[in-house]
């Protein structure tokens, strides 16, 4: 990682993910990032496990009543802090693994669904990092 680290003369003060996203898939989509050091060891998660965050959530496309088909693609953003203790660790990521759970979604009394084969989600990731320069 290009980050600074403990010892450094800059911090990271403020780290925030955005996550851009379309889903036409008649289903939630649950993401969980871990991040990881060169050994592929896990540093830190996004969501942390049984801490009660929020979970990384891409809501389903709209789901017709009748046919359970997704008929529209659901556009959204979603904006994720990083705590003081992920940004104390950032420094060490050599990578980060992206892991996701597909859930149907309780609509209109019912959780069946049904897919087509050009049903499609996808994302866009970025981050923002405020920095903190100590000067002697």
């Known amino acids: 990682s290009a980050l600074p680290g403990e010892g450094d003369d800059m911090q990271i003060s403020e780290a ?6 379309f889903n036409r898939l ?31 959530a891409l809501r389903s496309g709209l789901i017709d ?5 997704a008929v529209a693609a ?3 953003r979603l904006i994720i802090s990083l705590n003081s203790d992920q940004l104390k660790d950032l420094a060490k990521t050599a990578n980060i693994k992206l892991r996701g759970e597909l859930e149907t979604p309780f609509v209109d009394g019912s ?3 049904r897919v087509r084969a050009d049903d499609y989600f ?4 970025f981050g923002k990092f405020k920095l903190i320069t100590t000067v002697d």
């Open 26 to 56: 008649p289903m939630t989509v649950r993401l969980f990032l871990d991040f990881l050091d060169e050994e592929d060891n896990l540093i830190t998660q996004v969501p942390l496990s049984q801490s009660g965050e929020q979970d990384i």
């Open 16 to 21: 925030t993910l955005r996550l851009d996203y």
């Open 74 to 76: 659901t556009n959204d």
């Open 122 to 125: 996808g994302f866009k990731l």
């Open 65 to 69: 009543p009748g046919t359970r088909f």
């Open 111 to 113: 959780s069946e669904v």
